[in-house]
């Protein structure tokens, strides 16, 4: 149980262009979900907490208008890369945090986002 | 500002043996803590974690361990196998029933045959 897919699994787009990025819960329901990046040879940054119903809270340094995230429902989130850009190319993870004594985040397998 | 450290990148261990693979962090807040496996262009997977109430957990063959005067915890996989070369993430949660983990820079194990 607790399985988290992301689709893609890697995408390679030109400059400018957008980009979405999906997050789904499959055997659970997820009212908060996260969306991470990760650079190479480093550690998984929180970009921001997608809250079903309701605006996402993004971390500072994280531009809001750029990384646009929706959470429609329960088992969904996406994460819309706008006009992309070389230095947005970077390794993004999402997890959903199961409800429970711990409130345990599952993660999905990532997506990994080329720019050209 | 890293408020969770793992200072080293990597570690080589033989098989049968122990690997320790430690954390530092520096916020006092942090109550949980949780250790991740991660495989290249994978998303991490949960390995075993620890409240600060305790000082111990154990499932099979990892144990963590934490020292809150220190804010130091380690992972402990005995007897090390080559499957369980992978990068190791510790990560840190504040109390008040927070969601936000703080993730180390992680420490790459190499188990040789």
């Known amino acids: 149980g607790a399985v988290v897919s992301q689709h893609p699994s890697r995408v390679i787009c030109k400059s400018g262009t957008s980009v979405k990025i999906e997050c789904r819960s499959l055997?659970?329901?997820?009212?908060?979900m996260f969306w991470y990046r990760q650079f190479p040879k480093k550690s998984l940054m929180l970009m921001a907490t997608?809250?079903?119903?309701?605006?996402?809270?993004?971390e500072q340094g994280v531009e809001k208008d750029k990384f646009l995230i929706n959470h429609a429902s329960l088992t969904l989130s996406t994460l819309t890369v706008t006009s992309a850009h070389p230095e947005d190319s970077s390794f993004y993870i999402c997890?959903?945090?199961?409800?429970?004594?711990?409130?345990?985040?599952?993660f999905g397998p990532g997506t990994r986002l080329t720019v050209l | 500002d890293q408020q969770v450290k793992q200072n080293s990148p990597s570690l080589s261990v033989q098989e049968g043996r122990i690997s320790i693979l430690n954390c530092d962090y520096t916020?006092?807040?942090?109550?949980?803590f949780l250790w991740y496996k991660k495989y290249p262009a994978e998303g991490p997977t949960f390995l075993i974690s620890?409240?600060?109430?305790?000082d111990k957990n154990e499932d099979g063959r990892f144990t963590v361990f934490l020292n809150k005067s220190a804010k130091h915890l380690s992972l402990h996989i005995v007897p090390s196998q080559p499957g369980d070369s992978a990068v190791y993430f510790c990560?840190?949660?504040?109390?008040?029933?927070?969601?936000?983990?703080?993730f180390g820079t992680g420490t790459q194990l190499k188990v040789e045959l």
């Open positions: 997890s959903a945090r199961l409800a429970g004594v711990n409130n345990e985040q599952f």
């Open positions: 055997d659970f329901q997820a009212t908060t």
């Open positions: 997608s809250n079903e119903g309701s605006k996402a809270t993004y």
């Open positions: 916020n006092s807040m942090f109550d949980y």
């Open positions: 620890i409240s600060s109430i305790k």
């Open positions: 990560a840190a949660r504040e109390g008040g029933g927070g969601n936000k983990l703080t």
